[in-house]
């Protein structure tokens, strides 16, 4: 096992990336591929895999760590599936199956978030911890809730970046999310802040009045999270959050706003320590299917 390698892929909505590493979670390879139509995307990665497994004898997994909707019940005849999703194409695509043809080795799917938390408690920040919760910021909103262990998940994956939450009053604008308009996703992720500003996201100011608007929709979310759960500590990072850091200040402010002092425990007492960037960085996501395809091998 020390020497085994294990892949993944960390499908995306704006880009996918294919990770070889060892089976300590040292990245060895890593290749990006910009994600588009599904047939076009996944021989792409296809490509990049089946290079990696004619090259190395002794690859033990492949994760896979993909944006949801997607059926990661084993159970289910549509394991694997990407479900219902506004991106062109990737309806009803098997990409568990597609990736994992003829590789010979065992494939593990969950969400992307679900991945890159599991990749925390492994090899980041949140060692020794059993109750955490991972949230991104990106193309869309997605929350890796680990409670006891485990990402919480029934008959599929959690989808915590769609709750509803109370809007600031006065901002009447209905939001992007196709399905639910205002939910969090809607208010908060890279899209919803492009169309509400109208313009790049690189090009609106750090001290626009938008960055409060988003600090405010994710800290109603927190919130609920914390509420639900009790997390001992929230890892924050996606493209929005990482090209906004004045962001840290606003949700750590509104969650406390929020809570009104009813939740007492030393956590929220050092906010700055409680809602934190990943402890990976960068490498939270690629390490994502890795943590996956580890975690499948530790129990074959
Ligand atoms: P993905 O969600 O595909 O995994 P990322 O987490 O990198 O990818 O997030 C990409 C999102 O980050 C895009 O929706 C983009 O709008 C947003 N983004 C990129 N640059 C900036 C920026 N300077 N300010 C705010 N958001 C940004
Ligand atoms: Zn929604």
Redesign the pocket.
Known sequence: MANSLLTGV?L????CVCVLASGTGEILAQERVE?EAPEVTLPRIKAILDRWFDAEADIRALGIAS?GPIDVDRASPQWGHIGQTPKPGWTGVGVAQELGQGLGVPVALDT?VNGAALAEMRWGAAAGLEDFAYV?????VGVGLVVGGAPIGGFGHAELGHMRIPRVAGDAWPGSCPYHGDCVEGLA???A??ARAGK???L?AADDPIWDLVGHAIAQMLHNIVLTATPRRIFL????I???PQLFPIIRRELQASLGGYVASPELDSIDEYIVPPGLGALV?PLGPIALAAASTAQA
């Open positions: 960390e995306g909505g704006t880009k994600t944006f992307d991104t910021i990106g193309t869309g992720a890279g899209p802040i492009i790049r996201a690189s609106i990072g996606g493209g929005v990482t090209a906004q996501g």
